[in-house]
């Protein structure tokens, strides 16, 4: 897999924000601006963002994916039926990224991550991933779409 370039990272919108009632915006704010860095068009929604407030951004946008952040534990109860409210606005297909620290408690990645993956996430990351590892998944993930393919 090639990585893409900016010129066709700029074609790929991407919708950030924190979910629910979690105020940590620090890192999804660098997240963000390290995205756009690499060439990324990002919608930003900051902190206190209720499911439906992506959503909306999306659809509002024509947003390519959403890119969930939670850090206070609580990311697997805000993004219950999450898959389920994008394919009942018409956003079947959109990519859905989550991260952070997204349970209570000291639980292995590999049961986190699959049950994210079950509830519809394309891709789940464990806290501290680095934004190289995003932006090399997010190139492969939308590779057939520069490539046109998709």
């Not at 995205?35 to 947003?63: Q, R, S």
Request: proline fraction near 3%.
């Amino acid at each position: 897999m090639t990585a893409l370039t900016k010129q066709q990272r700029a074609s790929i919108t991407l919708v950030t924000g924190v979910i629910g009632a979690d105020t940590h915006i620090v890192g999804n704010r660098i997240l963000s601006m390290a995205l756009e860095k690499e060439g990324f068009n990002i919608v930003t929604l900051g902190a206190l963002t209720p499911a439906e407030d992506f959503i909306k951004a999306a659809i509002e946008t024509a947003a390519d994916a959403i890119l969930v952040s939670s850090l206070y534990g609580q990311g697997e109860l805000d993004c219950r039926g999450f898959r389920d409210m994008c394919i009942e606005a018409g956003l079947d297909d959109i990519v859905l990224y989550v991260g952070g620290n997204l349970v209570v408690g000291k639980q292995a990645w590999e049961e986190v991550e699959t049950r994210f993956t079950d509830m519809g996430f394309d891709r789940a990351f464990p806290p501290g991933t680095r934004t190289p590892d995003v932006v090399e998944k997010l190139d492969t993930d939308f590779q057939s779409k520069v490539s046109g393919t998709a």
